[in-house]
Structures are given as structure tokens and as C-alpha cells.
């Protein structure tokens, strides 16, 4: 007679089981993979082997076994040049260096065309300053030296007002301390 395993014991034979099953699909879908190429990451091959990825990151040796076969190079199909992982991240970062400069030019483009359509309106509005501007500044010159050299005539006219006023004192001094006259 052979014992009968309890319901713990049958529990964990199937867990097992399970576990087994999967892991042999995994297993089948990089065999096929590193034989056929194709998009080799954990995401694409649990989606293949119908596991979820937390299966694969439980199992150190197939995700080693996943992050080998994304690193090799494609088998060469005899169809032309081979595109290696490498390559193509290089030219991930080129690409994304050269959107960065044309992201840069186009703000660049856009301030200068929003400056031009502001003056435009500005100018078509009559809210900006006259056409004849050269004129106005030279006019503005003009009036800066005339409003200077008015006030040094009147500089002038003030010292010799005040000459005037000295020298009256002076007379009106004298003529009030006269040697006969009394106070």
C-alpha cells in the first residue's frame, strides 16, 4: 500500500509542475528566438511564453538567459548588412541629439517670427512709434543744445544781476556814509 499524499503535498506537485511548464516555454521561445531574431527583452519574451515578468526576474538564469540574447547580434539572414544593438543605439542618441537642436531652432524661429508679427501690428495699429524717427531724434538734438545754451545765458544774466546788485550796495554805502551827513 502506498500512502496517499496529503492536500498540502498535492498542492505543492502542482506549483511545481506549473513552474516546470512555464519555464519550458520560456525556454522554447528564446530557442526560438536566438534561431529566427527578433525583439529579444523580458517584456517581449514573457508576452511570447505567456509568463509574466516577475516570473523571469524570479529565475536569475533565464533572465541572464534574456539579457544575453538581447546583447548578441541578430543571426545573419544572408539579406544585407546585419543591424546590431549597438548600432542602433547609437542612433537612438543621435536622433535624440539632433530633435534637441531642431527643438532648440524652431523656439528660436518662433521668437524671431512673433517679434516680426509684433512690430508689424504694432506698426499697422499707429500704436508704434512714427516712421520718422532719424527726424524726431535729430529735432530732440536740437532742442537738448537750445535748452543748454539758454542756460548759460541765464547763468550769465544772473551774474551780472548780481555784479549789479553788489555794485549798488557798495554805491548806496558809500553815499549813506557821506563825511557831513548824519544819521
Not at 529579444?40 to 529565475?59: E, I, K, M, P
Not at 535624440?96 to 495699429?125: D, F, K
Not at 508704434?128 to 547763468?155: H, S
Not at 544772473?158 to 555784479?163: G, H, N, T, Y
Request: charged fraction near 30%; include cysteine.
Amino acid at each position: 500500500m502506498t500512502p496517499t499524499p496529503s492536500s498540502g503535498e498535492r498542492l505543492a506537485q502542482g506549483r511545481r509542475a506549473d513552474s516546470a511548464r512555464r519555464r519550458q516555454r520560456v525556454l522554447n521561445v528564446l530557442d526560438q528566438l536566438s534561431r529566427k531574431g527578433g525583439t529579444v527583452s523580458v517584456s517581449a519574451v514573457a508576452r511570447s511564453a505567456g509568463v509574466d515578468r516577475t516570473f523571469l526576474y524570479r529565475h536569475p538564469d533565464l533572465l541572464a538567459h534574456v539579457h544575453a540574447l538581447a546583447t548578441e547580434s541578430p543571426p545573419d539572414s544572408g539579406k544585407g548588412p546585419t543591424v546590431s544593438r549597438a548600432s542602433l543605439q547609437a542612433d537612438l542618441l543621435a536622433a535624440n541629439a539632433r530633435c534637441t537642436r531642431l527643438s532648440e531652432q524652431i523656439r528660436q524661429l518662433e521668437q524671431r517670427l512673433s517679434e516680426a508679427l509684433g512690430e508689424q501690428v504694432w506698426r499697422s495699429t499707429g500704436i508704434g512709434p512714427p516712421t520718422d524717427i532719424d527726424r524726431l531724434q535729430v529735432r530732440i538734438t536740437e532742442l537738448e543744445q537750445q535748452t543748454l545754451d539758454l542756460r548759460l545765458q541765464l547763468e550769465e544774466k544772473d551774474e551780472e544781476l548780481s555784479a549789479a546788485r553788489a555794485a549798488n550796495r557798495e554805491l548806496t554805502k558809500t553815499v549813506n556814509q557821506e563825511p557831513g551827513r548824519t544819521a
